[in-house]
């Protein structure tokens, strides 16, 4: 691949980043030998797991158009990871020319390539930063000028939770988030789980600690819990493809296989 100008010299090309290694199983182009090592791996152990990583952009697609129906305009959307096809500012701005998008990642080389993709869109804006400072997140969004933390807001957390391990209490980076959103805010979460998956699915999931964010893989009732007290949209916490799909065609037979469960809540206004 091309480097892009500006690549931050701390890059480790002999390690795979979890950013690059998705951005190959989404026909990207933004990726290295190492990473296309890595995935190779993995999809002989998952030949789910390609169909898994586009169900879940198939799945923030549709929460965004929930979100922008319900008014949302600015959106804070956290692992946005490597900008590829059919992105958040490309799914909002079509709708609303007007929505402003925060994109935040901790892979250098993600950022590096959102912020050559979104040079020119005074809109948007890429943040080099990490989940586990979610402070950090919310003042530096708030910084930019595109987040007005007064206002609702959506914040999207597709693919990213589950990089958190239990250690750095995911559970109260949740509640900092939600905290600082006004009511009619909605939060998007999907996240891997290890309920009904195959054992090649859970010996896939430890290749993941090859890289520098290793994932965690959680229950149903563990995901629904960094909802926290929002109300839960329809149909709740599912399998990604049976959130709200465009065609109940779409919806594969046995949708517990695509390994991660999606839901969206909002901050009721009347709960203050
Ligand atoms: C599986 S990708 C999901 C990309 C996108 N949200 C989507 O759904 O298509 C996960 C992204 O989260 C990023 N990530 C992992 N841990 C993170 C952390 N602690 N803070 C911010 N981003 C993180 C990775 O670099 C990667 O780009």
Redesign the pocket.
Known sequence: MRVPDGLPTEIDLTRP???????YF?GGAHNFEIDRQLAEQIAAMTPNLAAT?RA??E??RRAVRVLLDAGIDQFL??????P?VG??HEVAQRVNPQARIVY????PV?VSHSRELLAGNDLTAVLH?????AER?IAEARATGLIDFDRPVGI?????VH??PAA?RPGELLGTLRAAAAPGSFLVI?HSTFEDQPQEMLDAQRLSART??EITLRSRAEITGFFGDWTLLAPGVVHMPRWRPDAPGDVDDHPERFGAFGGVATHARSAG
Do not use: K, P
Not at 17 to 23: E, G
Not at 77 to 82: Q, R, V, Y
């Open positions: 980043s979890a950013a690059r290694v998705y951005d989404l990583m879940g952009r799945f923030l959307d956290i692992g946005s990871g490597i590829t992105n958040v935040v990642d901790i892979d993600a930063a990490d989940l586990r400072d997140i999207l957390l597709a693919g990213v990089f958190v750095d999907s520098d964010t």
